[in-house]
């Protein structure tokens, strides 16, 4: 038999609260994150906004690792992870003893790095690069730092399935604990603002200028975003046994991958992927109270999503907001603070809104997507969207516990 798994601990580190808390306070507010950026020069940009985590030092947070020897990436990661280990009020002694690991989520790792070695290398050749700058490229050290830092001596495992990274990490941490593989697990995502994603996407024309609108009838693309998302996941009977606060149980996940097109969504296969995690969760689709949406702001992911969700919801599916409207779209952390927010919902009685919705799009009817307001409401059941270029869909169900 499956253990049951349940979510203890909260580690947001975002452009609208650090901390659950204050991260539970920003989605309530409707806050927006977005400001000018600041982490690369972006002057040369039509486009200059961003979801960057405003005085993010991550000697704030973490005790054992040196944040010089880590890149930006790798540091949201590891102060993330401590402070939902913080979160969950259990020693980080007692994870160092047991069965205990990380599986972290992300798109461009360390892409930051890359970029300053490639400054480095066209202003001075080859010989100029710096020892320790090269040690941070490589992106499986996000799930390391993780386990460095708190002392973890199971697997460190970092997931790069792009902006569904969080939603994969969450899946395998959940089955690692449910196959008593694992005691306790740290998921989640990471990733920086970083110039080749900001000029990527804004070649694509999948970026707006100021404001990401999702599901608004004159949505123009999304913004990126960065931040540390980290969960703390242990089984329900330790949870029970310790008297920790349980902020959710994961029922269940579904993943596939269509493949079809680098960029373009599919909407059959996205349909295919929630069947998956209804069937992995036990559950039926009228069950769902609350669906966090992928939602980009993007004409086509928008249209999209609603699509599938129409075909597996009907005419009347549950209120469906996107996150991403607050903190711009924050990439492989991105579905990992979904499951933050799903699980601050669960246990605070409120959906999520979608900021800056003006008009409703006749194109995607029947779509509540909770407009620019939180909204009071019991979730017993909650559905998180990722989607990911390539087709990697992910999408994750927690409940309240029974």
Request: with cysteine.
């Amino acid at each position: 038999m499956k253990r049951r798994v349940v979510i203890t601990g909260l580690g947001p580190i975002s452009s609208i609260g650090t901390g659950a808390d204050a991260f539970a306070e920003g989605l309530r507010q409707g806050r927006s994150g977005i400001s000018p950026i600041s982490s690369f020069d972006a002057s040369g940009f039509p486009y200059r906004m961003a979801g960057e985590v405003p005085g993010f030092a991550a000697g704030d947070h973490v005790r054992r690792i040196r944040p010089e020897e880590w890149g930006r990436s790798s540091q949201f990661a590891a102060a993330a992870a401590r402070l939902a280990v913080q979160d969950a009020g259990i020693d980080p002694r007692r994870l160092a003893a047991a069965r205990a690991g990380s599986c972290i989520g992300t798109t461009g790792g360390e892409a930051g790095a890359v970029e300053q070695l490639s400054e480095q290398e066209v202003a001075g050749g080859f010989e100029s690069w710096r020892p320790e700058l090269a040690r941070q490229v490589p992106s499986s050290r996000l799930a390391v730092a993780v386990n460095r830092e708190l002392g973890l001596t199971g697997e460190a495992l970092t997931i790069s399935t792009a902006c569904s990274a969080s939603n994969y990490a969450l899946g395998y941490a959940y089955t690692a604990i449910a196959a008593d593989d694992a005691d306790y697990m740290i998921a989640g995502g990471a990733e920086g603002v970083y110039r080749w994603s900001h000029a990527g996407f804004y070649r694509l024309g999948a970026m707006t200028e100021e404001r990401c609108s999702p599901f608004d009838r004159d949505r123009e693309g999304m913004l990126t975003g960065e931040g540390g998302a980290a969960l703390f996941l242990e089984p329900l009977d330790s949870a029970e046994r310790r008297g920790a606060r349980i902020y959710a149980e994961v029922l269940g996940y579904g993943l596939n991958c269509d493949a079809g097109h680098m960029v373009a969504p599919d909407s059959s296969s996205i349909a295919a992927c929630m069947r998956r995690a209804h069937r992995s969760a036990g559950i039926d689709a009228e069950q769902v109270d609350y669906i966090c949406a992928h939602g980009t702001g993007t004409p086509a992911n928008d249209a999209a999503e609603t699509r599938a969700v129409r075909e597996i919801f009907g005419d009347t599916p549950p209120p469906m907001s996107s996150v991403k409207s607050m903190l711009g779209h924050t990439m492989g952390a991105a579905s990992g603070f979904g499951a933050i927010a799903c699980a601050l919902g669960i246990a605070g009685g409120f959906m999520p809104p979608t900021i800056n919705f003006s008009n409703p799009d006749p194109q995607l009817p029947a779509i509540d997507p909770v407009p620019n307001a939180a909204r009071p409401a019991r979730l017993r059941v909650v559905q998180n969207n990722g989607f990911a270029f390539g087709g990697n869909n992910a999408i994750t169900i927690l409940g309240e516990v029974a």
